[in-house]
């Protein structure tokens, strides 16, 4: 993730801002282990992350998830 951060930085022609978004899966049970796994995106230049479970998607653990809230 650095290395992409720091490698769009170095090639853009607009120096405008730009997100870097990761989507990954976190346990919402567990609220501490979703925020070390976020916040090591965080650190390395993502400034977003959607929660998506694409090889499993199933409506009823996506809306138990949502009702979890995100990682802090």
């Known amino acids: 993730m650095r290395e992409i ?5 170095e090639h ?16 919402g ?3 501490e282990a979703a925020s070390l796994i976020v916040r090591q995106f965080a650190k ?12 499993n998607p199933n409506l009823d653990k996506i809306l138990e998830r949502v009702k979890q809230g995100p990682p802090v």
């Open 5 to 9: 951060n720091t490698y769009v930085k």
């Open 12 to 27: 853009r022609i607009s120096r405008s801002h730009f997100d870097i978004i990761v989507e990954g899966i976190t346990s």
């Open 29 to 31: 049970d567990n609220p």
């Open 44 to 55: 390395a230049g993502a400034t977003w992350w959607i929660e998506s479970d694409w090889i």
